[in-house]
């Protein structure tokens, strides 16, 4: 399954992302999209044809396979939710999951109902604290190569997101200090290439027990809409094994695109790697002096 995620600062940029996704061929069945707007969520709701009860109108126009929900979040505030999984996605489950076609949603879009954490994905902090910034997001998940690589372009195009591509394919270097990892990446992680090594690595690395890792991102040059999915996956990957996973180097290219996505709220960041060895504790002492 490949993810692309797309985090977006701009209403208009968001709207037309899914537009242009749509009119490509990516399955509504595929995308999500969140935002704390109830205009851009009316927006949204009329490109991909679903009917969202206050929100949309009331109109009549459905689609297959759409379903919205207006759910409240501790913190956050109201949100607008579209496409199947988008709850999920969130960390809710059972909790305004939302209306599907000859359906609609109980609730006004002005009056959402309380929610609750229940089973918590791993990766809900990253989409709540983007939404907290006051960003929406736009999630592709897909089985085709062909329809990631297509949302790929549109999300790196019109999102935040490190424009310059690179041919610097990506590379990778284990190295291990006491019972942590540290895997030093260089080049780009992006669809087809970095994100699918990334990804092999670090379940590699878990299935062999070595949950601890630290990621040295000095060298990498590029990351696309996928490699950021990818680095989310990493995290759910570790913290549902019982560990960590811990960022350090960044160069200024990456640390603005996660201060720009809200994502350097969430993922555990040490600028120098001595530091993020240290923060282990016990199980890295052996290597630091």
């Given amino acids: 399954m490949e993810t692309a995620i797309g985090v977006f600062a701009s209403r208009d940029n968001a709207d037309h992302s899914v537009k242009e996704l749509l009119q490509k061929g990516v399955p509504e069945s595929s995308l999500v999209f969140l935002t704390r707007s109830e205009s851009e969520a009316k927006t949204v709701g009329r490109q991909l ?13 459905m689609t297959a396979g759409v379903a919205a929900a207006t759910l409240l979040l501790p913190g956050i505030g109201a949100v607008f939710a579209l496409g199947f999984g988008a709850a ?13 076609t000859g359906g609609a949603i109980a609730h006004e879009a002005g009056a959402p109902q309380p929610t609750t954490d ?27 190569q062909e329809t990631a690589t297509t949302a790929c372009s549109v999300l790196d195009r019109l999102g935040l997101g490190m424009q310059e591509r690179t041919p610097i394919k ?9 019972e942590v990892i540290i895997l030093d990446v260089s080049g780009r992680i992006t669809l087809g290439e970095g994100n ?19 990621l040295n991102l000095g060298e990498v040059v590029y990351i696309d809409s996928s490699g950021i999915g990818e680095l989310v996956k990493a ?19 990456v640390h603005d695109l996660l201060r720009m996505t809200g994502l350097s709220n969430v993922f555990d960041i040490e600028m120098k790697e001595a530091n993020a060895l240290k923060s282990f504790g016990d199980q890295s002492s052996k290597g630091v002096a």
């Fill in 88 to 100: 999920a996605l969130l960390g809710l489950a059972g909790a305004g999951a939302g209306a599907t």
């Fill in 196 to 214: 699918v090594m990334l990804r092999e690595i670090v379940r590699d690395l878990a299935e062999k027990g070595n949950n601890n890792i630290v």
């Fill in 235 to 253: 995290h759910t990957t570790i913290r549902k094994r019982g560990g960590l996973l811990k960022l350090t180097n960044l160069n200024q290219r």
């Fill in 49 to 61: 044809g679903a009917f969202a009860g206050g929100f949309v109108g009331g109109a009549a126009g």
């Fill in 118 to 144: 229940r089973k918590a994905s791993e990766d809900a902090a990253f989409f709540r604290e983007v939404l907290k910034e006051g960003r929406s997001v736009v999630v592709v998940r897909t089985e085709s």
């Fill in 170 to 178: 990506m590379q990778t270097v284990t190295r291990q200090v006491g």
